[in-house]
């Protein structure tokens, strides 16, 4: 860098006095000064981990092949399978489904598309013709789920073969709120027989039962393990 900037000043390029000069000097000018060297240049993206395995660094690597094949897409995928949904019957409740976009009680062949952006991963959730998404990132060894101005922070713990998903803290535009009123969240999944297994129950106080659904999916994108 020296060597660069001592370039520039007897061009006249830089003016007089101390100064920020680091967008003075490009990479043309250091590949001039390497090329006086024995200095080989060159450059690789770094690679992208998948959320999952940020969350769960170490542990993502003993979990199953169908749930690390499930977790491992980078960028655009998608998996599909069935599920069967059970809703609960306080008009609470209903409500909730409706504006988080559950659906009504049956069977239905579910859908899951996949979709990066640079902050966070949209998962788009499709029971037949009833769609439900939600966006989802890493914070502080967390995974976060978020549902419009709802952040829901869960740990995510290895089991024998599968994982679990357990609410630690949510929020609502940021602001912290009561664990105490949180909606009770049972979610797991596992393996069998080498295919992705999938339960998800979510309850609340006074409420009980909002939603249950259990599926299988499978990628529909072949992920190298």
């Known amino acids: 860098a020296a060597a660069c900037l001592t370039d520039l000043i007897q061009a006249g390029c830089v003016s007089p006095g101390a100064q920020d000069s680091s967008l003075d000097i490009g990479l043309e000018q250091f590949q001039a000064e390497f090329s006086k060297l024995a200095i080989v240049e060159g450059w690789a993206p770094f690679p992208e981990i998948p959320l999952y395995q940020k969350v769960m660094e170490a542990e993502f690597d003993r979990l199953p092949t169908s749930l690390r094949a499930m977790h491992s897409t980078i960028g655009d995928g998608a998996a599909s399978g069935q599920a069967v949904v059970q809703r609960g019957r306080h008009p609470v409740g209903a409500l909730l489904c409706f504006l988080f ?61 599968g994982l679990k998903m357990t609410l630690k803290r949510w929020t609502a535009f940021g602001v912290p709120l009561p664990l105490g009123l949180a909606p009770r969240v049972e979610a797991r999944e596992w393996d069998d027989a080498g295919r992705f297994q999938l339960s998800v129950s979510i309850s609340a106080p006074l409420v009980g039962l909002i939603v249950r659904y259990d599926g299988h999916l499978a990628p529909e994108r072949a992920v190298a393990l």
């Open 101 to 161: 976009g559950f659906p009504p009680s049956g069977q239905y062949g579910l859908r899951v598309h996949f979709r990066k952006d640079k902050s966070s991963d949209l998962w788009v959730r499709y029971f037949g013709q009833h769609r439900m998404k939600s966006r989802l990132r890493q914070a502080k060894g967390r995974l976060v789920e978020q549902f419009g101005p709802l952040d829901f922070y869960f740990d995510l713990t290895r089991e024998d073969q």
